[in-house]
């Protein structure tokens, strides 16, 4: 049973295209997470929702735009793609009283 | 603010000698910190946390690490590296408001046969 999986796990996608990528989790946590790493591995976080509510937002473009249905689900949507935006998505979840942080196994995104 | 730095970019060992990824955090608060392992084109996966119980973790695979206040240092240790280890390590830390993850640059881990 994967804890946090994330679809798709690889993206080739032109400039100028709308794309998302999925995220659900079964570990029952409330909080989930968007992380970015970057060509030289540099992780950093994006969104961050707690019971499907918007509570870390770093400064991330607006044509980045995560929706969360529900607790379990977390999908990021990304509007008119750049070549900067080629990266390794990362979705994660934990409680937020608790200190472990899961993350899925990432979702290749290049922007072509 | 909180941050981690690790010291080292890459770190190249012989299989079967010990592997030392050195880190060191700056926090207000007492910190909770985690080493992560990324193995090529995989996921993050949590080896070891701290969090303000005992200061030598324990994770898996062998390894661990040791909190150390006096010297704002998590570094992480294991006494034979295996080829398996080769992967990318990274020393986080929590922030505790909003519960974010602040990740160091990441160490590279290579093991040589």
């Known amino acids: 049973d994967t804890a946090v999986s994330q679809t798709p796990k690889y993206l080739v996608t032109q400039m100028g295209n709308d794309k998302s990528i999925k995220c659900e989790q079964n570990?029952?946590?409330?909080?989930m997470y968007w992380y970015k790493q970057d060509s030289k591995k540099f992780l950093k976080i994006m969104f961050s929702y707690n019971n499907k509510e918007l509570i870390i937002n770093e400064t991330v473009p607006n044509r980045f735009s995560p929706k969360s249905p529900d607790k379990a689900h977390l999908n990021l949507h990304i509007n008119s793609l750049e070549l900067g935006d080629s990266a390794v998505y990362f979705c994660?979840?934990?409680?937020?009283?608790?200190?472990?942080?899961?993350f899925g196994e990432g979702s290749w995104l290049t922007v072509v | 603010a909180q941050s981690v730095t690790q010291l080292d970019s890459h770190v190249s060992v012989s299989e079967g000698t010990p592997v030392l990824l050195r880190c060191n955090y700056s926090s207000s608060y007492s910190p909770s910190l985690f080493w992560y392992v990324q193995h090529p084109n995989k996921g993050l996966q949590l080896l070891l946390k701290?969090?303000?119980?005992?200061?030598l973790v324990k994770g898996i695979n062998g390894f661990e690490a040791e909190f150390k206040k006096s010297e704002t240092s998590f570094h992480l240790t294991k006494p034979s590296a295996h080829m398996s280890d080769a992967a990318e390590y990274f020393c986080?830390?929590?922030?505790?408001?909003?519960?974010?993850?602040?990740f160091g640059q990441g160490t590279e881990l290579s093991v040589k046969p």
């Open positions: 986080v830390v929590k922030d505790n408001q909003g519960g974010k993850l602040i």
């Open positions: 701290y969090t303000s119980a005992a200061t």
């Open positions: 570990l029952g946590h409330d909080t």
């Open positions: 994660a979840s934990g409680r937020e009283s608790g200190n472990t942080i899961y």
